[in-house]
């Protein structure tokens, strides 16, 4: 199978995965983006835990394609992140705006941390 449809499988998952739990968390105008900054941290989680596993028992190519690229790149979302930093900062919510984008960088980055801590220290 050409690796383009592992990538697009797992894509169509996370992206709907995204959309669904936007929908839940919808905020409102102006309040800082739940659903965008959930999405983002559970896909961070989920890339590390996938990194810590392929670290410990490789996985195959289409697997990789499938969950890593596919799924995570689907579930997470930088366009909207940027768009939603622009919307708060075109309001004047400056503050929140400066927030979001500090809170998401550092829990994201602790997100990965903790998933590949999850794989890679069990045997």
């Given at each position: 199978m050409?690796?383009w449809?592992?990538?697009?499988?797992?894509?169509?998952?996370?992206?709907?995965?995204?959309?669904?739990?936007?929908?839940?968390?919808?905020?409102?105008?102006?309040?800082?983006?739940w659903?965008t900054?959930?999405a983002?941290?559970?896909?961070?989680l989920v890339l590390?835990m996938l990194?810590?596993?392929?670290?410990?028992?490789?996985?195959?190519?289409?697997?990789k394609l499938?969950?890593?690229?596919?799924?995570c790149?689907?579930?997470?979302?930088?366009?909207?992140?940027?768009?939603e930093?622009?919307?708060?900062?075109?309001?004047?919510n400056?503050?929140?705006s400066?927030?979001?984008?500090?809170?998401?960088?550092i829990v994201?980055?602790?997100?990965v941390?903790?998933?590949?801590?999850?794989?890679?220290g069990?045997?």
């Open positions: 050409p690796a449809i592992f990538v697009f499988l797992g894509g169509g998952l996370g992206s709907v995965a995204r959309w669904s739990i936007a929908r839940w968390l919808n905020p409102q105008e102006g309040s800082f983006p659903g900054f959930v983002n941290v559970i896909a961070c590390g990194m810590g596993y392929h670290l410990k028992h490789p996985m195959d190519h289409q697997h499938l969950l890593m690229i596919g799924f790149g689907g579930f997470s979302t930088f366009s909207t992140f940027s768009a930093i622009f919307h708060l900062l075109k309001s004047g400056h503050l929140l400066f927030a979001y984008v500090g809170t998401s960088l994201g980055l602790i997100a941390f903790v998933g590949m801590k999850f794989f890679s069990m045997d």
